[in-house]
């Protein structure tokens, strides 16, 4: 009878450490920028549509498109500028490729290239990659139990088990001498260093 109530009593003290060890307490939270998978597409130039178009006027083209001429009138000099036709047509033919960040932060990096030739946009292409905020709460348990088993040179068999409270470790042994039938208790503190 004695023996049955302590191996109750053993057995309740298991339970009770395996459902103290499940606990657990929060050790901090991690949060972290991780880049996101790059998404890479181009916008066919075709399908844009044009919302609005302004008649511009020829007194309002930049200087470098107006050349000097010189007009005589009689003994008179007269200088006068005229719009260069040439350079006109060589800047609607000229392709220009534009390459620029759109924004680089918490949210991510955006890049766009494009070009323009006759005055029109030919080819817009962007590549954008995310960056997601990974938050990670790292648990760790409030108690760790541990068993235990034991034969000394006495001819003493143990069993048992307790638990660790960070470094402090409290433990429950079971004796048994086979030899004389007498049993025992045992407990102990332990320290991890």
């Known amino acids: 009878m004695k023996t049955r109530y302590w191996l109750l009593l053993i057995l309740i003290a298991f ?13 901090g939270e991690i949060v972290k920028q991780v880049k996101g998978e790059t998404v890479y597409g181009s916008l066919n130039p075709d399908f844009l549509t044009v919302k609005k178009e302004f008649k511009g006027d020829i007194k309002f083209l930049p200087y470098i498109f107006w050349k000097s001429d010189t007009i005589r009138v009689s003994e008179t000099e007269y200088i006068s500028t005229i719009p260069d036709t040439a350079k006109i047509i060589e800047d609607f033919i000229t392709k220009r490729e534009y390459q620029f960040n759109v924004f680089n932060n918490e949210q991510g990096v955006l890049d766009i290239s494009q070009s323009i030739q006759y005055n029109r946009l030919q080819s817009f292409r962007y590549t954008y990659t995310p960056i997601n905020t990974e938050k990670i709460i790292r648990e760790k348990q409030l108690f760790t139990p541990f068993l235990s088993a034991s034969y000394n040179t006495f001819g003493i068999a143990g069993v048992g088990g307790g638990f660790f409270i960070k470094n402090t470790g409290v433990e429950y042994n079971y004796l048994y001498q086979p030899f004389d039938n007498q049993s025992g208790h045992m407990v102990g503190i332990k320290f991890k260093f």
């Open 15 to 27: 339970a009770a450490g395996y459902f103290i060890g499940k606990a657990t307490t929060s050790n």
